[in-house]
C-alpha cells in the first residue's frame, strides 16, 4: 500500500506562519499529483493546492498569494506553507497523492489529517 504522514499543525495567531509536510511511502512506481485538501466542519472538503508531476501548481483563490506547495521529489515528500493565515483557514487538512504502484492502476490515497486552528 501507499501510506502517506503529515505533520506541521497547530494552533496558530491570525497572521502567523505554519508549515504542512506529508510523506509518502510504499511500492510506489509513480507520482501524478501532490496536494492538500481542508475540511471545516459544517463544510464541504476542498482543494487548497496542489503540484502536478511536471512541477505545475494549483491554487485555491482564497488562498492564493498567502500559500505555497512544494515538493522534494527526492524524499517523496509535499510541503504546504501557510502564511498571514485567517481564522477562515482553521480546517483539517488532508494531504492527497495521485499515484501508481508496481503493476497497479493509479489510484487515489488521503492522509489521516491534520488539524489547523488559526485563532485569538
Known amino acids: 500500500q501507499v501510506q502517506l504522514v503529515e505533520s506541521g499543525g497547530g494552533l496558530v495567531q491570525p497572521g502567523g506562519s505554519l508549515r504542512l509536510s506529508c510523506a509518502a511511502s510504499?511500492?510506489?512506481?509513480?507520482?501524478?499529483?501532490m496536494g492538500w485538501y481542508r475540511q471545516a466542519p459544517g463544510k464541504q472538503r476542498e482543494l487548497v493546492a496542489n503540484?502536478?508531476?511536471?512541477?505545475?501548481?494549483n491554487y485555491a483563490d482564497s488562498v492564493k498569494g498567502r500559500f505555497t506547495i512544494s515538493r522534494d521529489n527526492t524524499k517523496n515528500t509535499v510541503y504546504l506553507q501557510m502564511n498571514s493565515l485567517k481564522p477562515e483557514d482553521t480546517a483539517v487538512y488532508y494531504c492527497?497523492?495521485?499515484?501508481?504502484?508496481?503493476?497497479?492502476?493509479?489510484?487515489?490515497?488521503w492522509g489521516q489529517g491534520t488539524q489547523v486552528t488559526v485563532s485569538s
Open positions: 492527497n497523492v495521485v499515484a501508481g504502484r508496481y503493476g497497479n492502476p493509479i489510484n487515489n490515497y
Open positions: 503540484i502536478v508531476s511536471g512541477g505545475s501548481t
Open positions: 510504499g511500492s510506489i512506481s509513480s507520482i501524478y499529483v
